[in-house]
């Protein structure tokens, strides 16, 4: 009788990785509307995600900043002042998870979409050159596939790992972005 009803209905697992389908389309989509940026456009994409992931959170997070300098500062506040207060930020900390989740979910197909981009960069490259961040130059002092040279930074798509040298050469699978 199982077996009867999973190859009418097909199994969860069918549904689940059909659901993604959609998904899947949509990162590609972008993923094709990104070969045409340069790699300062593309890495602004992956700044305007953070932006977007952290506004979607911006006021609850000042709230919890506004209440704990609140009881900071009133020293002679009464206990059940401050519970309430503590509790209020819990509930807004249960507030930023559910938001921080809707903002992942939506920002996700467009994250799947620069990685794939970057990945496929990087496979038909040798490096990848773009205008050096104070981050790009911490991470040149201590990764040797990363120079900089005046205001570039320069991404070499080889780099040593265990004492082998290995060079990029993979652009992400559907099967990969739904594992994702």
């Not at 990162?27 to 300062?40: A, P, R, V």
Request: aromatic content about 6%; glycine content about 4%.
């Amino acid at each position: 009788m199982f077996d009867f009803l999973k190859n009418i209905f097909g199994t969860k697992s069918e549904k689940d990785i059909k659901n993604l389908d959609s998904k899947v389309e949509e990162i590609n989509e972008i993923f094709t509307s990104l070969n045409s940026i340069s790699n300062n456009d593309l890495r602004a994409k992956t700044n305007e995600l953070k932006i977007a992931i952290q506004s979607a959170v911006k006021t609850q997070n000042e709230r919890i900043t506004a209440i704990k300098t609140q009881i900071n500062s009133d020293l002679e506040m009464d206990i059940n002042t401050k519970e309430d207060l503590y509790k209020e930020i819990d509930g807004l900390e249960i507030g930023i998870t559910s938001s921080l989740a809707d903002a992942l979910t939506e920002a996700l197909p467009q994250a799947f979409a620069i990685l794939k981009e970057t990945a496929r960069r990087f496979k038909d490259n040798n490096e990848l050159e773009v205008d050096a961040t104070d981050y790009d130059r911490e991470l040149s002092k201590t990764h040797k596939n990363i120079e900089i040279k005046g205001a570039k930074a320069i991404f070499k798509n080889s780099w040593l790992a265990a004492g082998n040298e290995i060079t990029w050469d993979m652009v992400h699978y559907n099967v990969q972005l739904i594992g994702g």
